[in-house]
């Protein structure tokens, strides 16, 4: 196989090299079904969750701050708003690794600068997605947060008062 770079000055030369055998032996047919469909889905969440240690991540932190949201009793639409822009950042985690054996597949553990911009594309926009929805969280979460603690503070200090 021969790719060329987008200016087609340099030709990189990749030799086809079979792929082992995976436990996905039928996933190239079109699924029959619906639930077909949901199976190969769940094989991508489980295969992105056993790999890829952000998304275990991301799914960590986006369980706490989804917690921390139905414990401090945020409203229904708040709740409903970090929980789309964990799945925004859990989404942007899965394109970014789909994108990413695309690119190893294509390349095949030679280097190319195209495939280094895009790689580096989808991680910045998983990084992005990310920080978007850590100043979600922040906004919506701090305010009760801060409440809370005051609270607690006013009852320490009420305490000593009283002693």
């Known amino acids: 196989m021969t790719i060329y770079s987008e200016n087609s000055e ?24 619906l639930l077909v469909s949901f199976k190969y889905a769940w094989q991508g969440i489980a295969y992105a969750f056993r790999t890829q240690r952000n998304f275990r991540i991301h799914v960590g932190v986006g369980s706490i701050a989804v917690s921390l949201a139905i414990a401090l009793s945020l409203t229904p639409v708040e709740i409903a708003v970090i929980i789309l822009t964990c799945g925004a950042v859990l989404t942007m985690e899965l394109i970014n690794t789909a994108l990413e054996s695309v690119v190893d597949l294509t390349v095949q553990q030679t280097y190319h600068e195209l495939a280094k911009i895009a790689k580096d594309c989808a991680a910045a926009a998983v990084l992005i997605s990310a920080l978007l929805s850590l100043s979600v969280a922040v906004c919506l979460l701090l305010p009760p947060l801060w409440q809370l603690v005051q609270g607690q503070l006013g009852q320490v200090q009420g305490w000593d008062m009283l002693s």
Do not use: Y
């Open 10 to 33: 340099s030709v990189t030369q990749i030799t086809e090299t079979p792929l082992p055998p995976m436990a996905r032996s039928l996933s190239w047919r079109v699924a029959t079904n």
